[in-house]
Every structure is written in C-alpha cells, then in structure tokens.
C-alpha cells in the first residue's frame, strides 16, 4: 500500500487548477480572446527591470563555482544581513541574519515553519476565507486544521469566535494579509487586538501560541494611507513566511524567507527547529542565484498602480452591475458575492459568458466567488459585457 | 513544546558541516593554503560554459511572465518531455513526459518519492556506507531506517545479508551509485542480482518493495568502460531520483527530477502519490529558470576528467604511503581505511596535520575515512606530505 492520503491528494486537483485547465481548453475551442480567465492568482505584471538586469550582470561577472555551490541551509549569510537591514528599516525591528532563513517560496516557508513548531494532535487555526493548501500543510505536519470565521461582509478578524477556537492544543494561528481571496489587509488595531487575545490566552492557560503572519502581499497594497503592520512590534512569539512570488513576480523560481521574532525568549529553539524541519522536508538551501538576486533588489516592487487600476475598473463596473464587492485594500484578488446562495452553481453558470470564476467554497466560505484580477487590463474590459450579462440572467 | 524531533536536528550540525567550520576557523588562523580541506562534496569544477551562454540568453531573451511565472507542478511539459526523451536514448526506455516530475535537487527527489510510498512503520532499507540524510529523510516519512552492511572492502552488495532484512514491512530500498562516500559502482550484474532477490521475495510474500535509485552521480564514472545501468530495465518498481548538482556543479540552485518507471501496473497511483507528497511538503514547482536551463543543456557535463585526475593522484601517492584505499569508478569520494580502528581518533590526529577528512561512522561504517577530492589538484598536491607524515606517525 502506497501512501493513501498523499495519493488523494496527487489525484485531486485543486478547483482552481481544474478550472484553469478547463480554460485552457475552452480557449483552444473558441479563441483566447473570449475566454475571461480570472482563475489563477499568477502575477501578471513582469518583474522589474532591476531583476532582469542583476540576474544578467551576476551570471555573467560571478566565479561559477561560488555562484551556483551551496550556500549553508539557512542561507548566505550575506543576503540574509540584507533581509534583515531592510526589514529592521521598514519596521524599526531589531532583527539580525541569523533571524532569517531563506526558502524556497512561501509555502515552503510554511511548511518549515508548521514542522517546526507541531506535534501530532495540535491544533493550528485560521480565518476563513484562507489558502486552501493551509490544511494540507497542517495535516502534513500532524496539526489538526481549525478554521475560525471572519466577520461577515468586512472578513475582519472575530474576535469572539476566535477566543472561543483557542484550546490547550492550540499551537499557532496564521494570519495572512493582504488576504487571498479576498484582499482585505488587517490594520493596526486588529493586529494590536489578536496580540491581547493570545497574550491573554497564553497567562490564563500556559500555552504559547504562535503567530505565524503569511505576507506574500505585503507590498501589494494600493493606497499610500495603508500599512500592512509588522506581527514582530505587537507579539513576541512571532514569525513571518514571506515569499518573492508577487512582489518581484518570481512565482515559479522558489525564492522567499521566514524570519523569526529575536524578542521571544525562545528564539534559538523555534530557529533551530526551522533548521531541523528544512532539513526533514528536503530543503537543502534556497536557490543560490535568486538569493543573490534578493541581495541586489530587495527593495524593489513590480509596478502593482496596474493592479490597483484593475481593481478599480473591476470593482467600479462590477458595483454598477448589481454586484456586491468588498473593494479590497491589497493583493489581487475581489472575493464578490454570488447572486445564488450556491457559489459552485453560480460558477458554473458564469462558465457559460465565458467567466473563469473560482467558488468560495475551497476557501473557507460559502456564498462567494474570487475573482484573480492579475490579468492584462485589456482582458477585463472585454469581460465586462459578460459580468453585465451574467448579472442581468438573475434578473 | 515545540516539535523537538525537528529542534534537535537544526541543533546537531552534522559532522561534515562541523568539520567544514572548524577548516573555516583555522583557514583565518594559519592561512588559506596551509588547510587542507576534504571536508564537502561541493563541486569544484565549474558548470560548463554552455551553462552561462544559455542562462544569458535566456534572461535577456525570454517574456519575464511566462519565464519567471508557475510552472504545473510536475514541471513545464516541454521540459519533462526533454528529460524523457533523453533518457530513453541514453537507457532504451520508453518513458514519457508524464513519467517524470522536477524536483528542487536530489534531497527533494528523494523526500518526495518517500512521502509517496511509505506509511507510518514501514522499513526502508539503505547499504552501508549511505548518505547520513536518508535517515533523516525515511523517519519524517514515517520510516524505519534499515540500514543493511555491504560486502567488506568492495563495498558492493551483500545479498545474504539483504535477503534477512527484507520483511513484510519493507517498502524500499535505496541504492546510490556511484555512491557517496565509497565512490563504488554498481554494475549490470549487481543490478540484475538485486532485481531478482527483490522480485523472488515479492514473489514469495505478495509484498511489493520499491528500488528507489539515487544517481546524482550518474555522469561521474571515469572509464569509458563504465555505465551506470539504469534500474528501469531491470526492476519495474522502480523510481529514480536525480539532480543536476553535479553533472553540472550546480549545487545551490535545486533542479532534479524524479522519474517513475511506466513499466510497473500501479504507475499512476505512484505518480499520484508523488504529486501529492510534493504538495504537502511545500514544494510549488521546481524553479523555472533553471528547468528552462536543463530544456538547453540536458546532455551536458562539467568537466569531469579534472575530477579523475584527482582520484589518480590521490589514490596513487596514498596507496604508496601505505594506505588501503578502494580505488572508486565514480563520485568524488575516496572511502579510506583509517590506520587506526577509531575513524574518529584517526580524522582528529589528521587534523594535526592539517588535513580535514570525515570518520566514515556517520555514513554506518567504523574504521574508515571519507576523502572528498572535489578540490583542487593544487592543493592535493600540497597536501600529500601531509598524508604521508599522518601515515609515518601510525609506523
């Protein structure tokens, strides 16, 4: 007997692929131009030049031996200086290299980070609607997968049903904001009272539980007013999974870090069991050239003003069709209600105006659709017709 | 409490990392070239140069979206189909691009193809000497480690003793040739040996066991004569693990692939399965630049024969100063008998003399040392008298 529950999961595609797939189908069917596919959440705009040109000057002016050899599994001690710096820069932190371990993206930063911390029966919790692969990485790690409600219509944090979630098992809560799939962005005053909660969770009970701030959006905001706040300034028992995937638009090259609060007292255990679990899973280190690239453009973004004018053309349009939308502060995705109470049935129907939409349902939430706005501009005014149409059929 | 399996293994370096500082320590100490370090398997010849001219081209001539964007998570088609194409004219196989799965390196090659096969409390058995990671890699899947002695002084293996550890709980069996630390070989006759014990105790007990091959070393065999078989012709359950660190010095950057034999009935359920243990253990896709590089350079190899020439110095001068030494086909390893029983009292007293090789106890055998000769033929040279006065010093 193989392993079954792996075997499951190899078979089953996620809904997302699935529909992506039946896109690609769709489009050979009928042409690429009148398909409207708004299901994968890959970025649309290309990575900055400054990538293009440092990947081209590295390659070309660096000793091969050192530039393509291992760097020690937690990662070059120099890019991770970098990391540091500049967090320490933004965030007015206090962390140094040896907080950082570079990964191969966010979810391996995830899952190095769940290895670390859990023991088989644990619980780790998060707010729907959340990254369905959270539970597949919980249960890889021997957690059991507690999702907790957002509030609904804002999917702000509840608070109250939160507390209620807490247990003696509780290990960590993963945040993630800005969220997929809905792009809401926890402000300061909901970071400062999840703080609270687990402080005071962890006096009454004894147990620490972990805050794990999942942040491949973070630059991915859309309004100069907006912050996405740093989990390390309110609680000690912190860790942040960060991934260049959307910031730099590097999804498929595997590049990101976790960097661990220095201000918890147990900082050495929690990093080095990071460093065991990155051991455990397979990860020998973080691709060298794109640590090396990190190293040159750590500050740099993708030009994200064409994601906020597609949210906006999106939302604005989307509203005057009848729709109702949570205009979202950040990544790149609209959660929008469905105009039945069946999401998946709502889907369907949206495939026959040739709309790609993903259902809610894999996401944590019934009711709804995400919308991957990361697509050319052009793309979505073509769309609108069929938004508008497909509005008008539920009349 | 933390997962203290995983603190514990990000705590203990292992000893060839220990060994790699302390030659770092010392280098600051008396020098550079007065260290001689034979501590890690981090290639020393370049990549070859059709590694650069590619990498260049196709950065600055590629659609930054589609280059740097996902890949499915098996790996782009066009890049699997390569890989299969080039295996079935290299081995006579009739694999196809659905056969093989891209892999951030051989240690995720290897922690995937585990995921995928093993329940909690099966054996997965290994010959000794092994890489010390297998052990690692088989617990987190929930394997027992079998470890299984080879033939004294050949290193090749012993089928008396594989045939008493075979069980109903045997799942795998890994073999690694050429091999890390012994640099041994398995020929066609081992090959064909190993399949027909496998084959006769399944046979008998109606309990598949899985022959998991792990070729990094492929292409590093240093006589024409020389040809690592490949399993698939042999063994239908069979699944290779490879990378391109290397075959082409590629360490740092993490590209392999796993190739599952369509020749075995269950194929798709281990394909599956394969899948799915890639997902939960967080690995998205292999990184997309450089699958596009293997699309290029697939049947490239870094210069070899400067590795060979290694070997013949190495081998000739300490054979002459009195060591016993298996003259290895292949890696870059010399597996050295120790001049005393303690491999570990032997590397520390080499240490006096600067030289700084690896007890072969972690590697599951006493009374040897492991020589990694991808270093320089310099600094060899300067290091001979070394060996011989370490050699003297036991007289």
Same mark, same amino acid.
Request: include cysteine; aromatic fraction near 12%; glycine fraction near 6%.
């Given at each position: 007997?193989?392993?079954?529950?792996?075997?499951?999961?190899?078979?089953?595609?996620?809904?997302?692929?699935?529909?992506?797939?039946?896109?690609?189908?769709?489009?050979?069917?009928?042409?690429?131009?009148?398909?409207?596919?708004?299901?994968?959440?890959?970025?649309?705009?290309?990575?900055?030049?400054?990538?293009?040109?440092?990947?081209?000057?590295?390659?070309?002016?660096?000793?091969?031996?050192?530039?393509?050899?291992?760097?020690?599994?937690?990662?070059?001690?120099?890019?991770?200086?970098?990391?540091?710096?500049?967090?320490?820069?933004?965030?007015?932190?206090?962390?140094?290299?040896?907080?950082?371990?570079?990964?191969?993206?966010?979810?391996?930063?995830?899952?190095?980070?769940?290895?670390?911390?859990?023991?088989?029966?644990?619980?780790?919790?998060?707010?729907?609607p959340?990254?369905?692969?959270?539970?597949?990485?919980?249960?890889?790690?021997?957690?059991?997968?507690?999702?907790?409600?957002?509030?609904?219509?804002?999917?702000?944090?509840? &608070?109250?049903? #939160?507390?209620?979630?807490?247990?003696? *098992? !509780?290990?960590?809560?993963? +945040?993630?904001?800005? /969220?997929n799939p809905s792009?809401?962005?926890?402000?300061?005053?909901?970071?400062?009272?999840?703080?609270?909660?687990?402080?005071?969770?962890?006096?009454?009970?004894?147990?620490?539980?972990?805050?794990?701030?999942?942040?491949?959006?973070?630059?991915?905001?859309?309004?100069?007013?907006?912050?996405?706040?740093?989990?390390?300034?309110?609680?000690?028992?912190?860790?942040?999974?960060?991934?260049?995937?959307?910031?730099?638009?590097?999804?498929?090259?595997?590049?990101?870090?976790?960097?661990?609060?220095?201000?918890?007292?147990?900082?050495?255990?929690?990093?080095?069991?990071?460093?065991?679990?990155?051991?455990?899973?397979?990860?020998?280190?973080?691709?060298?050239? &794109?640590?090396? #690239?990190?190293?040159?453009?750590?500050? *740099? !973004?993708?030009?994200?003003? +064409?994601?906020?004018? /597609?949210?906006?053309?999106?939302?604005?349009?989307?509203?005057?069709?009848?729709?109702?939308?949570?205009?979202?502060?950040?990544?790149?995705y609209?959660f929008?209600?469905?105009?039945?109470?069946?999401?998946?049935?709502?889907?369907?129907?949206?495939?026959?105006?040739?709309?790609?939409?993903?259902?809610g349902?894999?996401f944590?939430?019934?009711?709804?659709?995400r919308?991957?706005?990361?697509?050319?501009?052009?793309?979505?005014?073509?769309?609108?017709?069929?938004?508008?149409?497909?509005?008008?059929?539920?009349?």
């Amino acid at each position: 007997m193989l392993n079954e529950t792996n075997v499951a999961l190899g078979k089953t595609r996620s809904s997302i692929r699935e529909l992506f797939e039946y896109g690609n189908k769709r489009k050979a069917e009928i042409g690429e131009r009148n398909v409207y596919d708004f299901s994968l959440g890959n970025p649309s705009v290309p990575a900055p030049e400054e990538v293009k040109n440092a990947l081209l000057d590295i390659i070309a002016n660096s000793d091969p031996v050192a530039l393509h050899g291992y760097t020690s599994a937690q990662g070059a001690y120099s890019v991770r200086k970098t990391v540091a710096d500049y967090l320490n820069k933004l965030f007015a932190t206090k962390l140094d290299a040896d907080c950082i371990y570079m990964t191969c993206g966010a979810a391996a930063s995830l899952t190095i980070t769940l290895n670390a911390l859990v023991n088989v029966g644990d619980e780790v919790i998060a707010f729907s609607p959340y990254f369905p692969e959270y539970k597949v990485f919980c249960n890889h790690a021997g957690a059991v997968f507690v999702a907790v409600e957002s509030e609904r219509d804002t999917f702000q944090i509840d &608070f109250e049903k #939160l507390e209620k979630a807490l247990t003696a *098992k !509780t290990k960590a809560v993963i +945040i993630n904001s800005p /969220n997929n799939p809905s792009g809401v962005v926890y402000g300061e005053g909901v970071i400062k009272k999840l703080a609270e909660v687990l402080k005071k969770f962890s006096a009454e009970t004894g147990n620490t539980v972990y805050l794990i701030s999942d942040e491949p959006y973070r630059e991915l905001v859309f309004d100069g007013s907006i912050k996405v706040p740093c989990v390390f300034n309110y609680y000690a028992h912190s860790i942040v999974c960060y991934s260049y995937s959307k910031s730099l638009s590097l999804p498929g090259e595997r590049i990101g870090y976790i960097a661990v609060n220095n201000a918890m007292a147990e900082f050495s255990e929690v990093y080095a069991g990071i460093c065991g679990a990155g051991r455990v899973l397979g990860y020998v280190c973080a691709p060298a050239l &794109f640590q090396r #690239l990190v190293e040159r453009v750590y500050d *740099k !973004t993708s030009d994200i003003s +064409i994601y906020k004018a /597609n949210r906006d053309t999106l939302c604005s349009a989307l509203e005057e069709y009848g729709y109702k939308v949570v205009r979202p502060d950040g990544a790149f995705y609209l959660f929008v209600k469905a105009l039945e109470e069946d999401a998946k049935a709502f889907a369907e129907r949206a495939k026959e105006y040739e709309l790609l939409l993903v259902a809610g349902d894999d996401f944590g939430v019934k009711g709804y659709v995400r919308i991957a706005y990361c697509v050319s501009a052009d793309m979505i005014e073509r769309a609108l017709p069929a938004f508008k149409k497909l509005a008008e059929s539920y009349k």
